[in-house]
């Protein structure tokens, strides 16, 4: 059972782990003890078997998250700055994004700075008509930190982001929704339906397959890696997997597949 901490609330429904950021108080902005605490419970996740899929949004109707907490590293120095974004990388934006299960970003209000980034590093984001997104931080002398100099490009094209990072400005959800950078646009009422919408369906699904291609849609941004290669590889994978034959026998028998996930 994933458990619920300080800042940070789980509830599971249908297969589907609901996390949200409990610190409305701060406008849900993340500080040191709720990284933490979301990066816990997200490896307690990704050993359940039984969720398929989860939903991260904001406490309240004002924010999903704010951004960072600023005064936790007012006074930081250039070691500690560089040792923040390296471990909220690794901890959190890297680690969801190659989370082996599908993460939707449930946006409500405010997502600015590492709250936008936050959500950029799931696999699909689903917002508000209240939301406003956008990466603040040259107005405080810094730079995106958590992955938004690159994700944000890689979601609205390298102009608009450009555009958005040294303006400092915010955008609404149709225009994110536009551009690129929202999934959907929902009213507040109907956010989280949406998003069970779109997990019910996931939850149908193989989560064999669905982690490889979490993994390989992912090969194609890492300069590392040769996307095409990656994916012959899984595919050919793909075959010795019991989901595999389940997949096929359900089809050729016309009844629905009960994937087991192995």
Not at 92 to 120: D, Q, R, T, Y
Not at 171 to 191: P, S
């Amino acid at each position: 059972m994933v458990a619920t901490s300080e800042y940070i609330v789980c509830e599971i429904k249908n297969s589907v782990l609901v996390i949200t950021i409990n610190r409305p108080d701060k406008l849900n902005a993340l500080n040191k003890q709720t990284i933490e605490e979301l990066h816990e419970t997200l490896v307690e996740a990704e050993n359940q078997d039984d969720i398929r899929a989860i939903i991260l949004t904001g406490s309240g109707q004002k924010a999903f998250v704010a951004g960072a907490d600023i005064a936790e590293f007012a006074n930081f120095s250039v070691t500690e700055g560089k040792q923040l974004s390296s471990i909220g990388h690794f901890k959190i934006f890297n680690f969801i994004e190659n989370f082996s299960k599908p993460i939707i970003a449930a946006v409500n209000g405010f997502a600015l700075g590492g709250g936008l980034e936050l959500a950029m590093a799931c696999h699909i984001r689903v917002v508000s008509e209240n939301a406003k997104m956008g990466l603040p931080e040259v107005s405080l002398g810094l730079i995106p930190g958590y992955g938004g100099t690159q994700r944000l490009a890689q979601l609205l094209g390298k102009g608009k982001a450009f555009e958005m990072i040294v303006t400092a400005d915010m955008i609404n959800a149709q225009d994110a929704y536009k551009w690129g950078l929202a999934n959907y646009v929902t009213t507040q009422e109907e956010l989280l339906n949406k998003c069970f919408e779109i997990t019910n369906k996931i939850a149908t699904k193989s989560p064999t397959a669905i982690k490889t291609a979490i993994k390989v849609i992912n090969a194609g941004y890492n300069n590392n890696l040769n996307g095409y290669e990656v994916e012959i590889e899984e595919f050919g994978k793909a075959f010795g997997t019991k989901d595999f034959k389940e997949g096929v026998s359900a089809f050729l028998g016309k009844r629905k597949a009960e994937f087991k996930g192995e």
